[in-house]
């Protein structure tokens, strides 16, 4: 290519300079797949150029010309990474696949080069070491201290050949994170519920039934299923379906395939990823100076040992394995009061479960799908509390171009009316999808860069039938809200440094804002406001809310010891040396001695994660982490008193909320934003009241 054409491309590029669109909003509707490479390319040279240029200096390191420098480099780079990490995990194809795979190792590399640039890191060590002489204020002498370590933790202090090994080890990691994904999102389509007949499915509704049709018709090509219906499964072991399905056969091939996916063999087995990933994080902390990969992850995170969370997780695991031996004695003498004479299975759980929940507390939660149509719970439940207590308004625009027709954005406006952010919500499933929800930014605030934020949730809802409604479960409901709290915490971010930009805060303190977010869900003036017929317009009844939430206690037991299995099957993986792991061929039997070992291998009640589609810690940044979720809940379920003792949902609790936790991103140490809003440590007692564990 010659000078001329090199410009043209880069003049074409929509990545080469910033959006003028607002927020700097991307440019969805010019970005092509070709334009990724290129950018890429040029965003890591740049990058590279600008990081030397630091290093390499002649003037005595100060906190602007190596800190603040740092932290304005690679932008370039910052912005095609966001949408294509994005697009990569909403809305995938081959192209992209192929792109992400020669990409992950080089990013890794890239990462790398900087990190184990000793002259850059004698620049930082330099700062780190003369801090507390500085004049500059807390935020800026913490990003000191965040890069020193961020720097002596990627092996800044280890000799060369340790260096060039540690190298090897992460560019094989990015290689192995980037296969288990595309791994697991192929296996998902490919192991989808072949179901022949109707009949099999008597118990789902008939948008369900006719939305499973549709799955058919649109997988057809290349494959018997005229006249077919299609269950696609979701990432958990457990799967909606299980609840309704009458044909106890049909449950059982739904579970069996949910929990075989990445170890039946065949191109899309993570069987020797897990091993693989599992022995080289060993190895890599082993370099590092850590025992364990756990020991290494959890010193950044607010449990800062292992010990600290194996205490907390074998604690609950006793309690959480009780209650559930105790709902399932109640299962089995339901099956064994309505005639059948099978022990309860794993496949059984979700429909037993039901019924006892309608016989307990006259309660059937799909009584309530018809009062959760989506647009009323997103605009008058999520939007309406969010405006209840931080005084921001939510209006949707429909002239910003999207990286798919299913997806909406929103102005954020603040109280005072001002322009906040931009909002995208794509709620839908689609075999180009990744499963479960989440919480991305396409651009993060920063008052050193003058960015504010695009912030993006994303979901998994089954799509209705063209022309009917999205009716949800009070699952789906609770999912609205918890990723609109992570959303929240990048929307109000109001820190100097990118680095602390919104949820750059430790693992186990990240799921905090969401979690208290969810508390809305069933806040009664929030309920009253959302929840309506969706075709008469009526509120729920009243005596309908009270069963639901009379009920939220209910099959705690099972949900909790689901949970925490996973929760150590993680820590089990990162708390072995590299000698320890099992080869590929071990995975299952080291699985099923972990969970006995535990006391939580009961049958009837799987992992929420098997090893082998446990995206969290192969693939999504949750490696020895998974604990995360319910050590937040400690910290959320005591928040939620707080609110409580103190008026609920006002405009003071709120603004007192943004202002000491979610503006200050990882601006401040964790557990010191938490102590200064609560005013004390967190007490447990909260939540073993909440999961019936006390």
């Known amino acids: 290519m010659n000078i001329n054409e090199t410009t043209i491309a880069m003049d074409e590029n929509p990545f080469f300079t910033e959006s003028p669109v607002p927020f700097e909003y991307p440019q969805f509707d010019r970005i092509d797949v070709e334009a990724y490479r290129p950018a890429f390319e040029h965003g890591m040279a740049r990058h590279l150029d600008q990081v030397n240029a630091i290093a390499n200096q002649a003037e005595p390191p100060t906190f602007e ?43 890794s590399a890239h990462r790398d080069r900087i990190l184990l640039n000793l002259k850059l890191f004698e620049r930082v060590r330099d700062l780190y070491e003369r801090r507390r002489m500085l004049d500059i204020d807390d935020e800026s002498r913490r990003l000191i201290e965040e890069y020193y370590t961020d720097f002596v933790r990627a092996g800044a202090r280890l000799p060369d050949t340790d260096k060039a090994r540690l190298q090897e080890i992460n560019v094989e990691l990015a290689r192995l994170q980037t296969r288990f994904s595309q791994n697991l999102l192929s296996e998902v389509n490919d192991s989808a519920v072949v179901v022949p007949n109707r009949e099999h499915l008597d118990g789902l509704s008939e948008n369900e039934i006719e939305a499973a ?44 395939a949910s929990q075989a996916r990445g170890s039946r063999g065949g191109e899309f087995d993570n069987r020797v990823i897990v091993a693989r990933s599992a022995t080289l994080r060993a190895e890599r902390a082993a370099l590092l100076g850590y025992p364990n990969h756990a020991a290494y992850s959890l010193e950044r995170q607010t449990a800062k040992t292992v010990e600290a969370v194996n205490r907390f997780l074998s604690k609950l695991a006793a309690a959480a394995t009780a209650n559930a031996s105790r709902e399932g004695r109640d299962l089995q003498a339901m099956i064994d009061g309505g005639g059948a004479s099978h022990p309860l299975a794993a496949w059984d759980w979700a429909y037993y479960a039901e019924k006892v929940r309608k016989e307990r507390y006259a309660f059937d939660a799909s009584q309530l799908r018809p009062y959760f149509e989506i647009d009323n719970v997103l605009q008058k439940g999520v939007f309406y509390a969010a405006g209840r207590l931080y005084g921001m308004t939510l209006r949707e625009r429909t002239d910003l171009p999207t990286h798919h027709p299913d997806v909406r954005v929103f102005d954020v406006l603040d109280a005072d009316a001002q322009p906040l952010a931009l909002f995208l919500v794509d709620v839908y499933a689609r075999p180009s999808k990744q499963g479960g929800a989440w919480m991305s930014s396409f651009v993060s605030q920063s008052e050193l860069l003058g960015t504010r934020p695009v912030v993006a949730n994303y979901l998994n809802i089954p799509k209705p039938p063209a022309g009917e ?31 602390f930009s919104g949820t750059s805060v430790p693992r186990d303190f990240v799921e905090f804002p969401s979690q208290i977010n969810e508390m809305w869900a069933t806040w009664p003036e929030v309920v009253k406001n959302y929840a309506v017929h969706h075709q008469t317009g009526e509120p729920m009844p009243m005596d309908l809310v009270d069963k639901m939430l009379a009920a939220e206690k209910f099959n705690q037991g099972f949900a909790t010891t689901e949970y925490l299995a996973a929760s150590l099957l993680d820590q089990a993986w990162h708390q072995l040396t590299e000698g320890e792991v099992p080869g590929a061929e071990g995975v299952t039997d080291f699985e099923k001695a972990v969970l006995a070992e535990a006391g939580v291998a009961l049958d009837a009640v799987p992992p929420r994660y098997r090893s082998t589609y446990f995206s969290h810690i192969w693939s999504g940044g949750y490696s020895a982490g998974y604990y995360s979720y319910i050590w937040s809940e400690v910290l959320d379920a005591d928040t939620v008193e707080w609110f409580k003792e103190n008026g609920g949902l006002t405009r003071e609790n709120g603004d007192r909320f943004r202002r000491m936790i979610l503006s200050k991103g990882g601006s401040r140490e964790a557990m010191a934003l938490y102590r200064a809003f609560r005013g004390r440590e967190p007490d447990p007692a909260s939540l073993l009241a909440r999961r019936g564990l006390n």
């Open 213 to 256: 049709a549709e799955a058919a018709a649109e997988a057809a090509a290349g494959r018997d299923l005229e006249g077919k219906f299609l269950v696609a499964l979701r990432n958990t072991s457990g799967q909606p379906p299980l609840t309704w399905i009458r044909d106890r056969s049909m449950r059982k091939r739904i579970m069996e």
């Open 65 to 107: 010309n190596t800190l603040v420098a740092l932290e304005r480099s690679g932008r370039m780079l910052r912005r095609v990474r966001s949408v294509f990490f994005n697009l990569v995990a909403a809305h995938t194809n081959d192209k992209l696949e192929e792109i992400r795979s020669e990409m992950a190792p080089r990013l």
């Open 469 to 499: 409604p999205t009716l949800l479960t009070f699952d789906e409901v609770e999912t609205l809200f918890h990723e609109f709290g992570h959303a929240l915490h990048a929307i109000f971010s109001s820190v100097r440094y990118p680095y």
